[in-house]
């Protein structure tokens, strides 16, 4: 069974950082790309960034860009985001999320697999 689980989410000041993992088990991630997005209670889930599988191609949400940085390390079968300069409208659930087809796609239903999503929150 696929499972896609994020890790390295929590509470920061704003201009912090935070490293965000995707871990997968039960399917090689090197086939698939990969993206992040972000939700708030209330509101659709947002795309933040999307890699794919050889990184070759790679898009971030213009909130994120110049902040964010998605990367992958299929060796480890893990992919990343590296968030700086954290401000407080970045505060959101975070999922990680597969797509077998290698669209890198901004659009959530287009994904196939989503980890539950670990919190992160920004203080000011």
């Known amino acids: 069974q696929v499972q896609l689980v994020e890790s390295g989410g929590g509470l920061v000041q704003a201009g912090g950082s935070l490293r965000l993992s995707c871990a997968a088990s039960?399917?090689?991630?090197?086939?698939?790309?990969m993206g992040w997005f972000r939700q708030v209670p209330g509101k659709e889930r947002a795309f933040v960034a999307v890699i794919s599988r050889t990184a070759a191609t790679i898009y971030y949400a213009n909130s994120v860009k110049g902040r964010f940085t998605i990367d992958r390390d299929n060796a480890k079968n893990t992919v990343y985001l590296q968030m700086n300069n954290l401000k407080p409208e970045d505060t959101a659930n975070y999922y990680c999320a597969s797509d077998q087809l290698d669209l890198v796609s901004l659009l959530h239903y287009n994904y196939d697999v989503w980890g539950s999503g670990t919190q992160v929150t920004v203080s000011s």
């Open positions: 039960g399917r090689t991630l090197a086939s698939y790309a």
